[in-house]
């Protein structure tokens, strides 16, 4: 597999509060994909240290703990990943409980882990991880928001969601509380399949048609990411827009 991770502060916002970070891991006989985005809150520059948290510290508990297993399973890859969370969960929780100056931070997670032709996708927040399939383009991930519960009690349209004056404000977030609640999802992968991570800052100014259309491009994945980031910025820039591209080869 080959991937690529890209972060940009935007036009408009002075600092980067989103955090993004994969590696690729070599066991005796398989390589195993790790890849996180997140997204920070919490004024003051303190949504960059929670991101930041959230990031670094799964991506080490799932280098340690995968590589300790003999025998890569996905059903115990499932319990390590929620592991995992509450571990960086945690570290958050504890820093904006001893550090006064970072009370009331938090920060989305998206996680996939890609091992062989399987895939574990988990979030907590509304950073999305979407799939390409061939020329079947689909969000895999549910958003833990406002406007998503007003889109699944058909309250809303997912075209009024886009605009809505709620639309940024998410119902569930790492290190908001002690205990955290993951939702997981399993994918099976084929050779040229596409997963992309990305943060709000690219899923609420491109519209997911584009975001196909753009990944869709004969070019390098490298080229890609900054094609996203790039029209995200011409349409609002106004946000911190992360990206990651993974592709199966």
Do not use: W
Request: hydrophobic content about 35%; glycine content about 6%.
């Amino acid at each position: 597999m080959i991937y690529n991770c890209d972060s940009h502060v935007g036009k408009v916002r002075k600092n980067n509060e989103d955090y993004c970070m994969g590696e690729i891991i070599q066991t005796d006989d398989e390589c195993i994909g790790i890849f996180a985005l997140a997204d920070g809150m919490g004024g003051h520059k303190k949504g960059e240290v929670a991101s930041k948290i959230a990031v670094e510290s799964i991506i080490d508990f799932l280098k340690e703990n995968i590589s300790k297993s003999s025998g890569i399973k996905m059903d115990y890859l499932d319990d390590v990943i929620k592991q995992g969370y509450n571990y960086a969960n945690q570290k958050i929780y504890a820093k904006s409980r001893k550090d006064i100056s970072c009370e009331g931070m938090g920060t989305t997670l998206v996680v996939a882990v890609v091992y062989k032709d399987d895939a574990i996708i988990a979030n907590v927040g509304d950073s999305r991880c979407y799939l390409l399939k061939g020329d079947n383009f689909r969000k895999i991930t549910k958003d833990h928001s406002v406007v998503e519960e007003l889109v699944s009690a058909n309250l809303i349209t997912e075209e009024e969601a886009r605009v809505h004056p709620r639309r940024n404000q998410i119902t569930r977030a790492m290190g908001a509380e002690e205990i955290i609640i993951v939702d997981i999802f399993r994918q099976k992968l084929e050779k040229n399949d596409m997963l992309v991570l990305a943060t709000d800052g690219l899923t609420g100014c491109v519209e997911d048609k584009d975001i196909k259309r753009i990944i869709m491009q004969d070019k390098s994945i490298k080229d890609i990411c900054d094609d996203l980031i790039n029209e995200a910025n011409n349409n609002s820039g106004k946000d911190n827009i992360s990206v990651i591209l993974t592709k199966i080869d």
